[in-house]
């Protein structure tokens, strides 16, 4: 199971016919498999990587990290106060953190103002958010084991005579 689901991890367009080659097993195996890890919810989604810097719509979005301080809530923890903010559809990422902020928020917002107001109107607004701090992303250069830039610099070194 768990090399079909590295096999799936690195590229999600492989047939089960090229996995079943791959692993050594029949396809009807490998069909039973992946639908197991599907259903089990192992398997969560199949997507497409896009580079955000080639694409148009992507490109102009802005995307911050936004750092929350929380009172976490009697015999829920810190799982109420998140499970109320990972649903406003511009949160992307939420991340229980250790260290000096209890959250870590990405969000993606039209332009800056948007940004802006989705903090201050509602995620600073939460019963029990204590204070954010939010950095806005510049570029992307690396993002889940994908470098996002390309090298076109001449690395070679100058030859002098």
Not at 3 to 27: G, P, Y
Not at 77 to 84: L, S, V
Not at 122 to 130: C, I, M, N, Y
């Amino acid at each position: 199971m768990e090399e079909i689901l590295e096999l799936l991890r690195q590229n999600a367009r492989l047939s089960t016919k090229d996995i079943a080659s791959m692993t050594k097993k029949s396809e009807t195996e490998v069909q039973t498999i992946i639908k197991k890890l599907e259903e089990d919810g192992i398997i969560l989604k199949y997507a497409a990587i896009v580079n955000p810097e080639k694409d148009k719509v992507a490109k102009d979005k802005v995307t911050a990290e936004i750092q929350i301080q929380v009172q976490p809530q009697r015999e829920h923890g810190f799982d109420a106060i998140a499970d109320r903010i990972y649903r406003f559809p511009q949160v992307k990422s939420l991340y229980l953190m250790s260290g000096g902020y209890d959250l870590k928020v990405l969000i993606e917002g039209n332009n800056l103002k948007e940004v802006a107001l989705f903090v201050s109107e509602k995620l600073s607004t939460l019963e029990g958010v204590r204070s954010t701090k939010t950095n806005f992303v510049l570029k992307t250069y690396k993002e889940n084991d994908i470098v996002y830039v390309e090298d076109e610099r001449d690395r070679r070194e100058g030859v002098q005579a």
